[in-house]
């Protein structure tokens, strides 16, 4: 199991790489400014009992540093989608 983050996860590309992600057992931040992405994206990924407690939904931007930082804090791999 790895932890992933995934900026622009709440977007088309990225709630595909988020929920793919989840399937294989891994833990999932996502980033999302929510500019082009929705919430929605990711619903069935957060109401399945089996994924949603390793799926954590940050709302943001990335060019908010102290946001970045924090949200990288025991990521193992970054998905940059946004």
């Known amino acids: 199991m790895v932890r992933a983050l995934v900026t ?3 977007g088309f590309i990225g709630s ?8 294989r057992g891994d833990e999932v931040r996502v980033l999302d400014d929510l500019s082009s992405g929705r ?5 069935r990924a ?3 009992s089996r994924t949603g407690d390793r799926l954590e939904l940050l709302t943001g ?5 102290a946001l ?8 193992d791999f970054v998905f940059h989608l946004a």
Do not use: T
């Open 46 to 48: 957060r109401l399945d």
């Open 68 to 75: 970045v930082l924090s949200a990288l804090e025991g990521v």
């Open 61 to 65: 931007s990335i060019v908010d540093r």
């Open 8 to 10: 622009g996860g709440a």
């Open 16 to 23: 595909h790489l988020v929920e793919a992600l989840l399937s």
């Open 39 to 43: 919430w929605e994206n990711l619903d």
